[in-house]
């Protein structure tokens, strides 16, 4: 079964960054798109980020100009670098895997992490 392990969530101030990371396990990681998701309390889960196995990235517009996703094939891991943090990127931010980027851009990817908090205070 896959494995989706979160890292790097925390608190931060408005204007600050942060650097999550995400290592996968028992993944053909290159053959694999990633994506980074969000909720927010009380509201539905959003789409972040998507890198496909061949680098191409799409972004919410929420977050272009902003986040940065990248990934390592060699490590096994992707990552969102979070510049110009607002309040309202305060959400669980949860990474996804799939064979297929469109699975992870209509939001139904087949595999999960278990989320890492991120809070970002005014």
């Known amino acids: 079964q896959v494995q989706l392990v979160e890292s790097g969530g925390g608190l931060v101030q408005a204007g600050g960054s942060l650097r999550l990371s995400c290592a996968a396990s028992?993944?053909?990681?290159?053959?694999?798109?990633m994506g980074w998701y969000r909720q927010a309390p009380g509201k539905q889960r959003e789409l972040v980020a998507v890198?496909?196995?061949?680098?191409?990235?799409n972004y919410a517009d929420s977050v272009t100009g902003r986040f940065t996703i990248s990934r390592d094939n060699a490590k096994n891991t992707v990552y969102l670098q979070m510049n110009s943090l607002k309040p309202e990127d305060t959400a669980v931010y949860y990474c996804?895997?799939?064979?297929?980027?469109?699975?992870?851009?209509?939001?139904?990817?087949?595999?999960w992490g278990q989320g890492t908090q991120v809070t970002v205070s005014s």
């Open positions: 028992r993944i053909t990681f290159d053959a694999n798109a």
């Open positions: 996804a895997a799939d064979l297929f980027s469109s699975r992870l851009k209509n939001g139904s990817p087949r595999s």
């Open positions: 890198i496909t196995s061949g680098g191409s990235t």
